[in-house]
Structures are given as structure tokens and as C-alpha cells.
Nanobody, 120 residues
Framework: QVQLVESGGGLVQAGGSLRLSCAASGRIFSINTMGWYRQAPGKRRELVADITSGGSTKYADSVKGRFTISRDNAKNTVYLQMNSLKPEDTAVYYC??????????????WGQGTQVTVSS
């Protein structure tokens, strides 16, 4: 079993910054892609950014140039640096990890979500 623990969410004014962290723990052989998704009320969950074990990144068009995803493989932790925040970024942010078990099988896990609120 694997748990993803998120931190760093909160309330910030437009134009401000937040840094989200997500640490994976449990029965982990390795982790392939880790990423961040978000869901605002009345909207579907969407990919914000993800990063492979090799460091390749992907960003939603809406956050390109403002957000930066990174990871520390030794700590099984992924980060999301969010700059120039906009009210439209307000959502619950969920950490996602594709975890490789000792069997070599890959399993997908989700964090509990952390609220990010950007005031205008």
C-alpha cells in the first residue's frame, strides 16, 4: 500500500506564489510519472503538470510559464512551484503517482487533495 501526503496549499493573493509538496511512502520499488491535477467546483479534474522519472515534464497550457514541477527521487517527493497565481487557479490540487511495485506492476495512487485559493 502507498500513501501520498500533500502539503503547501493555502490562501494567497493574485500574483502570489505557493509551493506544493507531495511525498509518497509505503511499498515502493520505484515511481514512474508523478503529477499534479486540480479540480474546481463544477469542473472536471484536469492535469496541471507531470514529470517522469527521467525528468521530462508536461504542463497544461493554462499554467505554462507560471508553474514548475520537479521531483526528488531519493525522497519520493514531487513539488509544484506556482507563481503568478490567478483566481482561475483556485481548486483542490491532487497529487498523482504511478508507483512500481516489486512485482514490476504499476499502480496509480492519489493524494487526498490540498486546497489552493487565490483571491482577487
Amino acid at each position: 500500500q502507498v500513501q501520498l501526503v500533500e502539503s503547501g496549499g493555502g490562501l494567497v493573493q493574485a500574483g502570489g506564489s505557493l509551493r506544493l509538496s507531495c511525498a509518497a511512502s509505503g511499498r515502493i520499488f520505484s515511481i514512474n510519472t508523478m503529477g499534479w491535477y486540480r479540480q474546481a467546483p463544477g469542473k472536471r479534474r484536469e492535469l496541471v503538470a507531470d514529470i517522469t522519472s527521467g525528468g521530462s515534464t508536461k504542463y497544461a497550457d493554462s499554467v505554462k510559464g507560471r508553474f514548475t514541477i520537479s521531483r526528488d527521487n531519493a525522497k519520493n517527493t514531487v513539488y509544484l512551484q506556482m507563481n503568478s497565481l490567478k483566481p482561475e487557479d483556485t481548486a483542490v490540487y491532487y497529487c498523482n503517482a504511478r508507483v512500481v511495485a516489486v512485482t514490476t506492476l504499476e499502480y496509480e495512487y492519489w493524494g487526498q487533495g490540498t486546497q489552493v485559493t487565490v483571491s482577487s
